[in-house]
């Protein structure tokens, strides 16, 4: 009865934060205004949206791609690309990153359940390295575009502010580097076994293989690492290039390209400050409102254009997404 009262009370508490992320977000909306915010997707207008989702094809085609390569062993790229926009779906959605379990589900269906975890841990970490690098490399990126196009609206002074807090990127990839380094999956498993659970010594083989799989992942498949660590960090910079036309689509043509820029940078660092908060929706577009402003521009364009491409975000996935359930409900009905 305990185990399904925490069920039940972790599933009320995930619609909670679901229904808060709305509020927080139709709130910043209304402060706005939703003829702004009408105003501003009338500008995109559909050609903008036919570009800014293609663009969201390729960020999420990369980081796909990369975790086709990460796996140990693969078979559909186009089913991972799926479960892979299915997990970053998920994850808008519902807090604490329950998508990698979504991914998990789904990849093992090809890959095998110990590959398919294998894969989404190994994906995660070199994600995490590419992020930070990416984060790093845009404050150089600004300034050269400062030099080469020079605004009186840069400020020196917040480009070293950013540079500096920007090393926090690898923060993540440490941590799971320490984890990793650690045994973390062999321990977890042992304290199942000091807890009183049986047939434990199967699982902690597995468990000692994965930890030796994760360690020598970059040693002895260095090939899958370094396309896994560059399509990762090429979808980064998709990522940055959509931003830019997403803020051109929606009317703020008139910002440097320099400041766009660490405007960018500032918001990556801002999720991962917030990124343990239970929520997505209203918190991001809190965190655009925050960086634009701290660097000189309307605080209203950020949450917009964070809104914007949040919707873009949710449509390019959800297509992706359902190009998996088709072949799926097939071979269900083939089996009856």
């Not at 702004?36 to 207008?45: C, H, I, N, P, S």
């Not at 094809?57 to 078979?75: C, H, I, T, V």
């Not at 605004?151 to 950013?162: A, E, G, H, T, V």
């Amino acid at each position: 009865m305990e185990t399904q009262t925490k069920a039940k009370l972790k599933k009320l508490l995930r619609v909670l934060f679901f229904i808060s992320s709305i509020l927080i977000l139709f709130f910043l909306l209304k402060g706005i205004g939703f003829d702004k915010v009408g105003d501003a997707f009338l500008e995109v207008g559909w050609g903008g949206a036919v570009i800014l989702i293609c663009c969201g094809f390729l960020e999420n085609g990369s980081d796909a791609l990369g975790l086709y390569f990460a796996l140990p062993k693969r078979k559909s790229f186009l089913h991972v690309f799926s479960s892979n926009c299915m997990g970053a779906l998920t994850n808008y959605i519902i807090p604490w990153e329950v998508g990698e379990l979504v991914k998990i589900g789904m990849i093992k269906s090809v890959a095998g359940s110990e590959n398919s975890i294998k894969g989404v841990i190994l994906w995660n970490y070199v994600y995490k390295l590419s992020k930070g690098c990416s984060i790093v490399a845009m404050v150089p990126l600004s300034l050269f575009f400062a030099l080469v196009m020079p605004n009186d609206s840069y400020q020196m002074s917040k480009l070293w502010m950013i540079a500096a807090i920007s090393l926090l990127g690898f923060l993540p990839y440490l941590g799971m580097m320490i984890l990793i380094h650690a045994n973390m999956s062999v321990k977890l498993v042992k304290l199942l076994k000091y807890l009183g659970k049986k047939n434990t010594d199967e699982l902690i083989e597995k468990a000692e293989r994965m930890d030796r799989d994760l360690k020598l992942f970059k040693k002895e498949r260095p090939l899958d690492f370094r396309k896994t660590f560059c399509l990762q960090y090429f979808a980064r910079h998709v990522s940055l290039l959509t931003f830019i036309l997403c803020t051109c689509f929606a009317g703020f043509d008139s910002y440097a390209l320099s400041v766009l820029i660490l405007v960018h940078c500032t918001m990556n660092l801002g999720n991962y400050l917030a990124a343990i908060v239970p929520m997505k929706f209203g918190v991001g577009e809190g965190i655009g409102y925050a960086s634009f402003v701290f660097l000189g521009l309307p605080g209203e364009a950020g949450v917009l254009v964070t809104f914007i491409l949040r919707i873009k975000a949710i449509i390019a996935m959800s297509i992706v997404s359902s190009l998996i359930i088709i072949p799926q409900k097939k071979e269900k009905n083939d089996k009856v």
